[in-house]
Protein backbone atom coordinates (compact mmCIF):
# COMPACT_ATOMS: atom_id res chain seq x y z
CA UNK A 1 0.00 0.00 0.00
CA UNK A 2 1.35 3.47 -0.30
CA UNK A 3 0.63 6.51 0.98
CA UNK A 4 0.88 9.75 -0.16
CA UNK A 5 1.26 12.99 1.62
CA UNK A 6 2.41 16.80 0.51
CA UNK A 7 6.14 16.34 1.12
CA UNK A 8 6.84 12.24 0.57
CA UNK A 9 4.84 9.18 -0.48
CA UNK A 10 5.61 6.57 2.12
CA UNK A 11 4.88 2.64 1.39
CA UNK A 12 3.61 0.25 4.14
CA UNK A 13 4.08 -3.09 3.94
CA UNK A 14 0.92 -5.40 3.74
CA UNK A 15 0.31 -6.83 7.92
CA UNK A 16 2.17 -10.07 8.25
CA UNK A 17 4.06 -9.31 5.57
CA UNK A 18 7.26 -11.42 5.61
CA UNK A 19 9.99 -11.23 2.79
CA UNK A 20 10.68 -14.46 0.63
CA UNK A 21 13.85 -14.40 0.32
CA UNK A 22 16.88 -13.04 2.43
CA UNK A 23 17.57 -10.98 -0.38
CA UNK A 24 14.58 -8.70 0.54
CA UNK A 25 15.42 -8.58 4.08
CA UNK A 26 18.82 -6.36 3.02
CA UNK A 27 18.38 -3.29 4.86
CA UNK A 28 19.84 0.33 3.85
CA UNK A 29 22.56 0.38 6.32
CA UNK A 30 22.59 4.52 5.85
CA UNK A 31 19.21 4.92 6.88
CA UNK A 32 19.89 3.11 10.32
CA UNK A 33 20.94 5.93 12.10
CA UNK A 34 20.19 5.93 15.84
CA UNK A 35 16.56 6.32 16.74
CA UNK A 36 15.07 6.77 20.23
CA UNK A 37 13.33 3.41 21.74
CA UNK A 38 9.61 4.54 21.43
CA UNK A 39 10.82 5.53 17.51
CA UNK A 40 12.21 2.15 16.82
CA UNK A 41 9.17 0.57 17.49
CA UNK A 42 6.90 3.37 15.55
CA UNK A 43 9.11 2.65 13.03
CA UNK A 44 8.36 -0.82 12.93
CA UNK A 45 4.38 -0.36 13.70
CA UNK A 46 4.32 1.91 9.91
CA UNK A 47 6.18 -0.71 8.39
CA UNK A 48 4.89 -3.76 9.41
CA UNK A 49 1.88 -3.18 10.61
CA UNK A 50 0.31 -3.70 14.49
CA UNK A 51 1.31 -6.95 15.65
CA UNK A 52 -2.21 -7.87 16.77
CA UNK A 53 -2.99 -9.10 13.16
CA UNK A 54 -0.19 -11.72 13.20
CA UNK A 55 -0.04 -14.98 15.45
CA UNK A 56 2.96 -15.14 18.35
CA UNK A 57 6.18 -16.24 17.17
CA UNK A 58 6.47 -18.27 19.78
CA UNK A 59 3.45 -19.90 20.81
CA UNK A 60 1.31 -19.23 17.50
CA UNK A 61 -1.08 -17.56 20.05
CA UNK A 62 -2.67 -14.37 19.28
CA UNK A 63 0.52 -11.76 19.21
CA UNK A 64 0.02 -8.22 20.88
CA UNK A 65 3.52 -6.94 20.51
CA UNK A 66 6.90 -6.24 18.78
CA UNK A 67 9.73 -7.93 20.84
CA UNK A 68 13.41 -7.23 19.58
CA UNK A 69 15.26 -10.03 18.90
CA UNK A 70 18.88 -9.10 20.33
CA UNK A 71 22.00 -8.67 18.55
CA UNK A 72 20.96 -6.97 15.52
CA UNK A 73 24.25 -5.11 14.00
CA UNK A 74 22.81 -1.70 14.26
CA UNK A 75 21.37 -2.42 18.48
CA UNK A 76 21.15 -0.01 20.95
CA UNK A 77 20.47 0.36 24.09
CA UNK A 78 19.72 2.67 27.49
CA UNK A 79 18.22 3.32 30.72
CA UNK A 80 14.53 3.98 30.76
CA UNK A 81 11.86 4.32 33.60
CA UNK A 82 10.18 0.63 33.94
CA UNK A 83 6.22 2.53 34.63
CA UNK A 84 4.76 -1.34 34.59
CA UNK A 85 3.20 -1.39 38.24
CA UNK A 86 5.05 -4.48 39.37
CA UNK A 87 8.15 -2.85 37.62
CA UNK A 88 7.72 -0.24 41.01
CA UNK A 89 9.64 2.47 38.76
CA UNK A 90 13.14 1.41 38.56
CA UNK A 91 15.63 2.20 35.63
CA UNK A 92 16.00 -0.34 33.46
CA UNK A 93 18.44 -1.01 30.81
CA UNK A 94 16.29 -1.71 27.25
CA UNK A 95 18.35 -2.67 23.86
CA UNK A 96 16.33 -1.83 20.70
CA UNK A 97 17.28 -1.25 16.60
CA UNK A 98 16.37 0.84 14.44
CA UNK A 99 16.25 -2.34 11.88
CA UNK A 100 12.51 -3.10 11.57
CA UNK A 101 13.21 -7.10 10.76
CA UNK A 102 14.82 -7.04 14.09
CA UNK A 103 11.47 -7.67 15.92
CA UNK A 104 9.63 -10.52 16.35
CA UNK A 105 5.32 -10.61 17.44
CA UNK A 106 4.90 -11.91 20.06
CA UNK A 107 1.60 -12.43 22.40
CA UNK A 108 2.77 -10.80 25.93
CA UNK A 109 3.54 -14.23 28.04
CA UNK A 110 6.28 -14.85 25.54
CA UNK A 111 7.57 -11.70 25.32
CA UNK A 112 8.19 -11.62 28.92
CA UNK A 113 9.79 -14.75 28.80
CA UNK A 114 12.23 -13.91 25.79
CA UNK A 115 13.29 -10.71 27.64
CA UNK A 116 13.82 -12.75 30.93
CA UNK A 117 16.47 -15.48 29.46
CA UNK A 118 17.76 -12.46 27.29
CA UNK A 119 18.73 -10.62 30.68
CA UNK A 120 20.17 -14.18 32.38
Known sequence: MTLRSN?????RLEPGYMPENNNERKVNTERLSPVSYAYAH?????????????????CGGQASQWAYQ??????QSGWRLDER???????RLYYWSPNVWA??????????????SADA
Request: charged share 30%.
Open 70 to 75: RGDEHE
Open 85 to 91: PKAGGVN
Open 7 to 11: TRTVT
Open 42 to 58: TKVRRARGSAHTLPCED
Open 103 to 116: YSSLCVPCHLLRDR
